[in-house]
């Protein structure tokens, strides 16, 4: 009943009790999944694991972390993994100026390289945006015929306008939660209900109640929880919309 539709099972922090990870989420009824991959060996993991289980799928990628090792043959590895069936996204891409680390400047021209992947293949991209709002919205405005998802979703409703408008879904994760999110909880109100997404960005990120704790794929039921509450709408009724909305952005069949 519920697709998390972004979470990095490959972390080590799974490495021990990952069986148990997977049955709880069954039991749980999240039975969607996007796996993440932010650089080359993520990546691969992710196409594994998306072959492991049915209910699981993949995408490719790297985060603006790894922006200093994307190149020609980067991208060619990305684009022979994108030929598995599996594999339904670029991602996840995107800037983070928060750091300062990669440069600006190597960390744009990743994303460029990436997103033009993405159109050349037609598959949709999950983008990391943090603090770097106006670059970001400037590349991904240069490729129009691309969308996808804005993951983690941590700015105001003005912010998730204009997102919108370029036809990208809109997915939040356990900061909706929190009590000192107003303008988030804002955003989550109002983005239309046919493009929000729920994630967990397991293992980070926690929801209330368990903020703090590592974060599973089991805990997406709190962010659906707290975003149907705000929204008044029957908590099952929202799991299958958000589902449905998974499947329609990573143009999933079933």
Same mark, same amino acid.
């Given at each position: 009943m519920y697709f998390d539709s972004h979470a990095h099972l490959g972390e080590d922090c799974f490495a021990q009790d990952f069986v148990n990870i997977v049955e709880k989420m069954r039991a749980a009824d999240v039975t +969607?999944?996007?796996?993440? +991959?932010?650089? +080359?060996?993520?990546?691969?993991?992710?196409?594994?694991?998306?072959?492991?289980?049915? *209910?699981? *799928?993949?995408? %490719?990628?790297?985060?603006?972390?790894?922006?200093e090792q994307v190149d020609e043959a980067r991208i060619g590895e990305y684009r022979a993994l994108c030929?598995?069936?599996r594999v339904k996204a670029i991602g996840e891409i995107g800037l983070d100026y928060h750091y300062e680390d990669p440069p600006r400047d190597v960390q744009q021209r990743a994303f460029r390289m990436q997103m033009k992947l993405a159109q050349e293949l037609s598959l949709p991209v999950v983008i990391h945006e943090r603090e770097a709002h106006e670059d970001g919205l400037r590349i %991904?405005?240069?490729?129009?015929? %691309?969308? +996808?998802?804005?993951?983690?979703?941590?700015?105001? *409703?003005?912010?998730?306008?204009?997102?919108?408008?370029l036809g990208y879904f809109i997915s939040f994760a356990g900061p909706v939660t929190f009590k000192k999110a107003p303008k988030l909880q804002e955003a989550a109100v109002n983005v239309p209900l046919d493009?929000?997404?729920?994630?967990?960005?397991?293992?980070?990120?926690?929801?209330?109640?368990?903020?703090?704790?590592?974060?599973?794929?089991?805990? %997406?039921?709190?962010?659906?929880?707290?975003?149907a509450a705000l929204r008044e709408i029957p908590l099952e009724a929202f799991a299958q919309i958000t589902m449905q909305n998974a499947l329609n952005a990573y143009c999933i069949k079933e």
């Open positions: +969607g999944m996007m796996e993440i +991959g932010c650089d +080359g060996p993520s990546s691969h993991h992710a196409v594994e694991l998306a072959h492991q289980y049915d *209910w699981i *799928w993949a995408a %490719v990628g790297s985060h603006p972390d790894d922006a030929k598995d069936p %991904v405005s240069d490729f129009p015929d %691309v969308t +996808g998802v804005f993951h983690c979703f941590s700015g105001s *409703w003005e912010i998730a306008k204009e997102y919108l408008k493009r929000i997404l729920i994630e967990t960005d397991s293992p980070y990120l926690a929801p209330e109640p368990v903020r703090g704790r590592r974060n599973e794929p089991t805990n %997406v039921r709190y962010v659906a929880e707290k975003i």
